[in-house]
C-alpha cells in the first residue's frame, strides 16, 4: 500500500500539472497570447514531461484512459487501476481550480480551458473523434512503455508527447481532444460546464480500451501479472 501510495502520488502532481499547463495554454489562447499550434505544443510537452518524470514511480500513466487501457490489457492491477484513476481525477480537479484562482477574472472564460465541441460538430461524432485521438495515444504508450521489446523507454515521454500535440492539431478545433476524462473532468466541475459529457468520458475510454486490446493481440500475446510500477 505504500508502494501504490507514492505511486498515486506521482499520478496526482503529473494531473496536476497536466491541467496547469494543458487547461492554461487554452485560456491563453482565448485571450489572444497563442495559437492552435502553441496550445498543442505547450500540452504535448508538459505530457512528455510528467510520463518522463513519473515513468519510474508509477509507470507514467497520467490519463485514466491509459489507466483503463492498461487494466483491460492485464497490465495494471485492479487496485492500482482505481487508485491511479481517482489520483488523477483529483490532480485535475486541483489544477483546474489552482488556475481559477490565479488568473484574472476577466481573462478567465466561461469553460477554464476545457474542452467544447465546435459548431457542427454533432456529439456522436465529436465521440468518435475523441476515440480515435486517445487510441493513438494509447497505441503509442503501449508501444513505448509497455513492451519490453521496445527498447524506447529513455524516449516514451517524447514520443508520447508528440502524439499528444498533433493530436490536438488535427482534432483541437472540433472537439478540445481531451484524450483524458480527467482533462475534461477538472476544468468542468470547476466552470460548471457539462455539455455533452459523455463525449469525453466514454471517447477516450473506448479509444484507449480499443488500443490496449488491439496492441495486446497483435504485439503482446498473453498479458501477464502487473509488475510493481503498474506495468508489466
Not at 158 to 176: E, K, N, R
Amino acid at each position: 500500500m505504500r508502494s501504490v501510495g507514492r505511486a498515486a502520488a506521482a499520478e496526482f502532481v503529473a494531473s496536476f500539472a497536466l491541467i496547469v499547463v494543458g487547461a492554461g495554454a487554452v485560456i491563453a489562447q482565448a485571450n489572444g497570447r497563442l495559437d492552435l499550434t502553441g496550445v498543442a505544443l505547450a500540452n504535448g510537452l508538459i505530457f512528455a514531461a510528467m510520463v518522463s518524470v513519473t515513468a519510474h514511480l508509477s509507470g507514467g500513466v497520467v490519463n485514466p484512459a491509459v489507466a483503463i487501457g492498461l487494466w483491460v490489457a492485464g497490465r495494471l492491477g485492479t487496485l492500482r487501476a482505481a487508485v491511479f484513476v481517482a489520483a488523477e481525477v483529483l490532480g485535475a480537479v486541483t489544477g483546474a481550480f489552482c488556475l481559477k484562482f490565479l488568473l484574472p477574472s476577466a481573462a478567465f472564460p466561461p469553460g477554464g480551458g476545457g474542452t467544447a465541441l465546435a459548431v457542427g460538430v454533432a456529439p456522436g461524432r465529436g465521440l468518435l473523434m475523441e476515440a480515435v485521438a486517445t487510441f493513438l495515444l494509447v497505441f503509442a504508450v503501449f508501444g513505448t512503455l509497455v513492451d519490453d521489446r521496445a527498447r524506447l523507454h529513455s524516449t516514451a515521454g517524447l514520443t508520447i508527447g508528440l502524439v499528444v500535440a498533433v493530436d490536438i492539431m488535427t482534432f483541437g478545433p472540433w472537439t478540445g481532444a481531451a484524450l483524458n476524462p480527467a482533462r475534461w473532468f477538472g476544468p468542468a466541475l470547476a466552470t460548471g460546464s457539462w455539455a455533452d459529457w459523455w463525449v469525453w468520458l466514454i471517447g477516450p475510454a473506448a479509444g484507449g480500451v480499443m488500443a490496449a486490446l488491439v496492441y495486446r493481440a497483435l504485439f503482446l500475446g498473453e498479458p501477464q501479472p502487473a509488475s510493481t510500477d503498474g506495468t508489466s
